[in-house]
């Protein structure tokens, strides 16, 4: 192997995925999520779930679509099997998280009742366009190739973390480090399908190895493989590994970055973002959204402006 060092990559907004077929890229360009048996649950929010309760926005009900106002349900796709973010409560078929807590939320300040609904996550942007799903509150990064066919609302920010076995014994230090090195995954995530694309260009440019990937459907078997010995790191969304690394004591953080808002997606032709977005501009400000990050050692990702189709 090649040991030509490689600067690290400065911070940067995450670009749009290119891809000739638009919806071919807009599902494989979810933000590190993996695929799950599909289900379905719904509630009502505070007194059922933990989510602490919020009054109705009235001013953003009323901006709500007919078909919405007529049925007070809103369906949510959501992945799972990804704790902070979002995973069954052990032994149950009940969904918690910070994505469906801050679904729960929106439901709770629209005035509606929230059905969520467990996907494949390369099945949600089908799904919204389908008609299946209103929404989705999945950790999706906003792209411009995204808001062709998508609208947003940034409701929290989340980066890159690399988790790697525990004294880090490739002396992995940043992104530049893992030229080379065997690297766990999450199938058709934003690092991916993003972030590994652009490493590998500046590994090849210094002389060096690409990434030797392993692509994998949930982080729990990327961190069994870490574990084990058959990689030696695995790059994903930030919450998810920080999270594993702090229930695991044989895995560490070797490098955190590329922070930027995620945002609810929902189809252009819905006329539900105006909706959204006035319940996140009033939510992001409350005890409630602070609480529910909180909960899940989260408090970092909150975000103080909740902007509409603002391309990362």
Do not use: W
Request: glycine letters at 8%; a neutral charge.
């Amino acid at each position: 192997m090649k040991t030509h060092p490689v600067p690290p990559r400065p911070e940067r907004t995450r670009p749009a995925a290119s891809a000739a077929v638009v919806l071919g890229a807009l599902m494989l360009a979810v933000t590190a999520c993996g695929p799950t048996a599909p289900a379905t649950s719904s509630d009502k929010g505070g007194q059922d779930t933990g989510v602490p309760a919020v009054a109705v926005n009235e001013g953003a009900s009323q901006l709500l679509p007919e078909s919405i106002k007529s049925t007070k349900v809103l369906r949510v796709a959501i992945p799972t099997n990804e704790p902070p973010t979002q995973f069954y409560r052990e032994g149950t078929q009940d969904m918690t998280g910070t994505n469906p807590d801050v679904a729960r939320l929106i439901g709770q300040s629209l005035g509606v009742k929230v059905e969520i609904h467990v996907a494949n996550f390369d099945s949600i942007i089908p799904g919204l366009a389908a008609g299946r799903y209103d929404m989705t509150v999945s950790s999706m990064t906003p792209t411009a190739k995204r808001m062709e066919v998508l609208d947003f609302v940034d409701y929290m920010q989340m980066g890159n973390s690399i988790a790697v076995p525990s004294g880090n014994p490739q002396g992995i230090s940043n992104e530049g480090s893992l030229c080379g090195k065997k690297v766990g995954l999450l199938t058709g995530s934003y690092q991916l399908t993003v972030n590994v694309p652009a490493t590998d260009k500046d590994c090849t440019a210094a002389g060096n190895d690409r990434i030797q990937r392993s692509e994998f459907q949930d982080t729990r078997q990327a961190i069994s493989a870490l574990t084990s010995g058959r990689l030696d790191a695995v790059l994903a969304d930030s919450p998810i590994l920080d999270f594993a690394a702090k229930q695991n004591p044989s895995i560490g953080i070797a490098a955190k970055y590329d922070f930027t808002p995620v945002g609810v997606g929902m189809p252009k032709d819905s006329n539900l973002v105006k909706a959204v977005s006035a319940a996140l501009s009033t939510l992001i400000k409350s005890d409630s959204y602070r609480k529910v990050l909180a909960k899940y050692g989260l408090e970092s990702s909150a975000i103080t402006d909740a902007r509409v189709n603002f391309a990362q």
